[in-house]
Nanobody
Framework: QVQLVESGGGLVQAGGSLRLACAASGRSSSTYAVGWFRQAPGKEREFVAAISGNGGSTYYTDSVKGRFTISRDNAKNTVYLQMNSLKREDTADYYC???????????????????????WGQGTQVTVSS
């Protein structure tokens, strides 16, 4: 069993930056691939970024490429989402999710599908003002 806790959300002006953190407890975090998803008011949850268990592979949705960076520190059992050049449309609740890394081997399209993640955090709110 893995417990995930997000932190780092808040209110920021457009063009600003935030760094979200997803802290995992339980088994070693390198065993798990981690994804970030977000849900804006009135919209479905969508994929943002994901990282493989060893951090060697990262994936992003097109709208955040070049602005967001996902990384992990397995010694701290934490995955980060650095968000730069934030836009109003980035306003959402952000969730991290995890699943055994082996599930994604040779199935990279799994990373963007929330159905393949087994553990979810409670979310952290990000609000970008103009």
């Amino acid at each position: 069993q893995v417990q995930l806790v997000e932190s780092g959300g808040g209110l920021v002006q457009a063009g600003g930056s935030l760094r979200l953190a997803c802290a995992a407890s339980g088994r070693s975090s390198s065993t798990y691939a981690v994804g970030w998803f977000r849900q804006a008011p009135g919209k479905e949850r969508e994929f943002v970024a994901a990282i493989s268990g060893n951090g060697g592979s990262t994936y992003y949705t097109d709208s955040v490429k070049g602005r967001f960076t996902i990384s992990r520190d397995n010694a701290k059992n934490t995955v980060y989402l650095q968000m730069n050049s934030l836009k109003r449309e980035d306003t959402a609740d952000y969730y991290c999710a995890a699943a055994l890394a082996a599930k994604f081997y040779s199935r990279t399209y799994y990373y963007s599908r929330e159905r393949y993640y087994d553990y979810w955090g409670q979310g952290t709110q990000v609000t970008v003002s103009s």
